[in-house]
């Protein structure tokens, strides 16, 4: 944009200011750092101050307060015709400065020494991110603008039905307790080893009905794929990858037909800004409609120099990545062994493994828990432990909380819905 012109706009909003002090109010977008010029910049930033100090911004206050040249405020009188070409004015003024701030990045960019590829492009896209969101965040609606949009998505949900907002886990008792996974939702599942959290995130992905991204950092694709054989088959995963199945079972296998819907990522040490970008990747190209994580705490952060940074910069950037693709991530974690000096053996929130800030960022967090792997034969109603698997949904920011009875099948590493009959 011509400089003569952004002058004159400088110029423009200040002289609107100075005539109409009330007029400030009005631009709660425009930043003192928007302002090229330094010397209309510290008035913006002086007539803000007086703002804030509950003070009338005219010549002499502005001047008393800044140590302004007089003779240019009443210069400045000239200016701006009236409150009614403000906002295209301030407008102007922030694309000009995002226009100069994306140029200068670039040039910083071409300079820099950084070989990851996808650290590279999370900067950038947190450079994007953050010149738009100081430019045009807005701190306040009114109840009325407020009001209209809910009322849009709630007739928005009435006429496509809740599951154009949920991703369903194809469990009955589950999804009429929790409705399903929300988008934009952080969803943590996790429990102790053996308890068969990978196992219940397989059968919720190859069941659910979406296209689901799967980055598995503890197993390796082949035996994730030597799982998904086990539950169509019964034959055992210890079975199939010893070989030991006879002629008709391996023609059973050969007749499976894969889920067309699964994508499996099996790198082993992998960076959140590479999963992030990864993700984004993936949705792009098969507009998926969830990503798990197997399992939190083996992601990396390279940038952070503690591990309690590292797990809250994490779980933080997995629940944006979900606010982004507007998909529910799923992240499986692990906890710790304080679990097991309970009576019950029960999860509790505070077993997380770091827990403060995958709590903090979670929506929701089940716990997958099998009483009978910790010798407990009954549950206190009498109910058979034997093949009972339990979800725990200990926090739901959007909804309920409670206990949800599965059926765990052992040999297919299988959870299925829960009936009596099972047993």
Do not use: W
């Not at 944009?1 to 004159?8: F, R, S």
């Not at 694309?95 to 650290?119: C, I, V, W």
């Not at 738009?132 to 009001?147: D, G, P, V």
């Amino acid at each position: 944009m011509d400089k003569d012109v952004i002058l004159k706009i400088q110029k423009d909003i200040l002289g609107i200011i100075l005539k109409e002090p009330e007029a400030i109010y009005q631009v709660e977008s425009l930043k003192p750092f928007h302002f090229p010029n330094a010397e209309y910049r510290k008035i913006y930033e002086t007539m803000c101050s007086l703002m804030i100090d509950n003070i009338t911004i005219d010549p002499i206050a502005v001047y008393e307060r800044g140590k302004i040249d007089l003779v240019l405020l009443n210069e400045l009188l000239g200016y701006g015709s009236s409150t009614a070409v403000l906002d295209k004015r301030c407008a102007y003024l922030i694309e000009n400065y995002m226009h100069n701030q994306l140029r200068a990045f670039g040039n910083q960019l071409a300079k820099s020494n950084e070989t990851d590829p996808f650290k590279l492009a999370q900067d950038v896209e947190n450079k994007i991110f953050e010149i738009t969101q100081q430019s045009y965040r807005k701190s306040f609606a009114n109840i009325k603008e407020i009001h209209k949009d809910t009322l849009e998505l709630l007739e928005e949900i009435k006429t496509k039905g809740e599951n154009h907002f949920l991703v369903k886990t194809g469990y009955c008792d589950v999804d009429e307790l929790i409705g399903g996974f929300k988008k934009t939702d952080l969803i943590i599942i996790a429990g102790r080893p053996g308890m068969g959290k990978t196992g219940y995130m397989l059968n919720v992905a190859n069941r659910c009905g979406v296209k689901v991204g799967i980055f598995s950092l503890e197993m390796g694709k082949t035996q994730l794929s030597a799982r998904l054989m086990a539950m169509e088959t019964g034959i055992g995963v210890d079975r199939l990858l010893s070989g030991r199945f006879d002629k008709q079972e391996f023609t059973e296998l050969k007749n499976i037909i894969p889920n067309p819907n699964l994508f499996i990522d099996d790198k082993s040490s992998i960076d959140i800004f590479e999963l992030i970008s990864k993700a984004k990747k993936l949705k792009i190209e098969e507009n998926i409609g969830m990503i798990m994580v197997d399992y939190l705490q083996l992601v990396k952060d390279k940038t952070k120099d503690f591990r309690e940074q590292e797990i809250a910069s994490i779980s933080g950037h997995l629940k944006s990545l979900a606010k982004d693709l507007e998909i529910p991530v799923v992240a499986l974690a692990q906890l710790n062994r304080a679990v097991e000096s309970r009576p019950d053996k029960k999860p509790q929130l505070s077993d997380l493994r770091e827990s403060g800030a995958i709590e903090q960022d979670a929506d929701m967090v089940l716990f997958v828990h099998r009483p009978e792997m910790f010798g407990i034969n009954a549950l206190e109603d009498g109910t058979t432990t034997k093949g009972l698997a339990q979800l725990l949904i200990c926090k739901n920011r959007n909804g309920a909380v409670g206990e949800i009875n599965l059926t765990f099948i052992n040999n297919k590493t299988k959870f299925e819905n829960y009936t009596p009959e099972n047993f």
